[in-house]
């Protein structure tokens, strides 16, 4: 009875692992979320000359865990690009924890909004510039 139980388990959890990754995930959906991300930069830019909170906000739930899969998914592509985006991304990060924030920390998230969509090109994802 244990052996059919364990492989039973052993099938559950492979199913489970396999979800979410390449082969489960909608096509497109990475890219989406990639795209989706590098919009909220733009947003949380444009929030933080006047709430900072609001910018964290937007930066922390809409863009900093993707911006780790861009860069993971850069690294094999352009090693260089993706050390550039995660040097802005901790930027960027510093910035939005700081107390008092810098003054320059709308050039900050512009400076990791241009970098992540330059380090998205490479891969063929194509997103606007901030406007």
């Not at 052993?10 to 990639?34: H, I, K, N, T, Y």
């Not at 090693?79 to 910035?95: P, Y």
Request: glycine content about 10%.
């Amino acid at each position: 009875m244990r052996r059919p139980a364990a492989a039973v388990l052993v099938v559950a959890v492979l199913v489970a692992c396999g979800r979410g990754g390449g082969d489960g995930e909608e096509p497109g959906g990475e890219e989406s979320g990639f795209r989706q991300a590098a919009v909220a930069l733009c947003t949380a830019r444009d929030q933080a000359g006047a709430d900072v909170k609001a910018a964290r906000t937007t930066f922390y739930d809409r863009s900093h865990d993707v911006l780790h899969d861009v860069a993971r998914a850069l690294d094999p592509v352009d090693r260089a690009a993706s050390g550039r985006l995660l040097e802005a991304k901790q930027r960027v990060e510093t910035g939005l924890d700081g107390s008092p924030p810098p003054a320059d920390l709308v050039a900050h998230i512009q400076r990791l909004a241009d970098v992540t969509r330059a380090g998205l090109a490479q891969l063929d994802v194509d997103v606007p510039a901030c406007d």
